[in-house]
């Protein structure tokens, strides 16, 4: 019987993965010029981290973890999101030692137990950044303006920053009991997860995906009704350095973002090009977080984006990436008598640094010239054994189509010119 992948994973295969590398490599650089250093977490925690992390109430923890009991009956979870493990990596590893503020990213794979749709999938990919030890509104601001130029450097367009402060925990028990008047009369409307939430958390009624729900939801009171002076301030300010920097932004006051641990900037980043799930970025700042988990209080914030989502929407977009396609040198061997010389030729070149390829399969001539093209190959070097003898091989440039005899021992300088 045919085994598959598990539903909501992808295989990423040869003539895709370039794809993948070219982002890694786009961030990595985009984050050495922001003075970000990469940190490498484990893939699975303890379960602990991320429900008292991400939030009890919230649909990752309520639903989405792939939580399991090891042979040594621990509870442990794949990570469902990067920011609490970076955040026990920053408490465990004492980096509050360290000149603040620390600005670290990472990038890998996520697991959600999702229903898989496109763009949607249970084993997901995201780039995300962190900064821990600052609450000036300009780290927000330049966060935020970080994940847009890196959208901008991919050639992404059509999208749209939406922005909101979810206030802090002075701003929290005056909106709880303004969510709670503005319900009580849906309560029994409301789906039976918002039930428990009205009690435990009614802010994450108006992150529910029910359709029922956001319904009732649609004029209950916000975040910005009640931000205390302080998140009015850290608010305005963030905002100002974003106009600074040209970055535009919608201010959208429904947006209160999938986890527990927000407090002043919430973003998001959407695009209408992929469809429903039309979320391709997001973050904000968790100013209690590194507290929760055990360190010194000390502000942070993050983003993370999607890289699934990112290619779907350069795909849709007609994004064309920079890739590197074939060997720069392939090596078609015209008679049997030279096949050992091709293959040294072969080696010696890959050690000078040139791509390089040969046929495996025992071709003829006419038929390695084809595999070759496919290959997408820039120059054929044809070794025959009558050329050989004379010390020479016949160089094919396969776009312009023209070929010239070059002495063996030039072959290298003759290629390297032509990269
Ligand atoms: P979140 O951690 O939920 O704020 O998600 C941050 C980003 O990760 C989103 O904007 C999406 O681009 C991406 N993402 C979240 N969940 C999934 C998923 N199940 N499949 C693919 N991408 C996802």
Not at 68 to 97: C, H, M, Q, W
Not at 222 to 236: E, G, I, N, Q, Y
Request: charged share 25%; net charge neutral; hydrophobic share 35%.
């Amino acid at each position: 019987m045919l085994i598959t992948r598990p539903r909501g994973t992808n295989d990423i295969l040869p003539g895709e993965v370039e794809k993948w590398q070219f982002l890694e490599q786009l961030t990595g650089q985009v984050c050495r010029e922001y003075g970000y250093g990469e940190i490498r977490t484990p893939i699975f925690e303890h379960t602990e981290l991320f429900s008292r992390g991400v939030g009890e109430t919230t649909d990752i923890v309520e639903k989405e973890m792939y939580t399991f009991t090891d042979r040594g009956d621990r509870s442990i979870t794949l990570r469902p999101e990067g920011t609490a493990s970076t955040v026990r990596a920053y408490v465990e590893n004492k980096l509050y030692a360290l000149p603040q503020p620390v600005k670290v990213y990472y990038a890998g794979p996520m697991f959600r137990y999702d229903r898989p749709q496109a763009g949607r999938y249970r084993q997901f990919h995201q780039f995300g950044v962190e900064v821990f030890g600052s609450n000036d509104p300009a780290i927000d601001a330049e966060v935020i303006a970080m994940a847009m130029d890196i959208y901008q450097r991919i050639g992404l367009k059509n999208l749209e920053l939406h922005l909101n402060s979810v206030g802090c925990p002075a701003c929290r028990p005056v909106l709880r009991q303004r969510l709670q008047e503005y319900f009580k009369p849906h309560l029994e409307n409301l789906c039976l997860n918002c039930q428990g939430r009205y009690e435990r958390n009614p802010l994450r009624i108006l992150d529910c995906k029910s359709e029922k729900c956001q319904g009732f939801g649609k004029d209950a009171p916000t975040t910005l009704d009640v931000l205390c002076p302080d998140c009015a301030d850290h608010f305005a300010a963030v905002k100002g350095y974003l106009d600074e920097v040209g970055v535009s932004y919608t201010v959208n006051n429904r947006l209160v973002r999938g986890l527990d641990y927000y407090t002043r900037t919430a973003f998001e980043i959407m695009t209408q090009d992929i469809g429903a799930q039309s979320s391709i970025g997001g973050g904000g700042r968790y100013n209690g977080l590194i507290e929760e988990c055990g360190g010194p209080a000390t502000p942070g914030i993050g983003f993370a984006l999607g890289l699934e989502r990112i290619l779907l929407t350069a795909e849709r977009q007609g994004i064309v990436f920079p890739i590197a396609r074939g060997p720069q040198v392939f090596i078609a061997i015209a008679g049997g008598g030279v096949a050992k010389k091709a293959f040294g030729l072969l080696q010696s070149l890959r050690q000078q640094g040139i791509a390089a390829e040969q046929d495996f399969l025992g071709r003829s001539l006419k038929a390695q010239m084809k595999y070759a093209g496919k290959l997408a190959a820039r120059l054929v070097i044809i070794l025959g054994e009558e050329e050989y003898n004379r010390g020479v091989a016949v160089v094919r440039d396969m776009q312009a189509g023209e070929q010239q005899e070059v002495a063996l021992g030039d072959l290298v300088g003759f290629i390297q010119e032509r990269r």
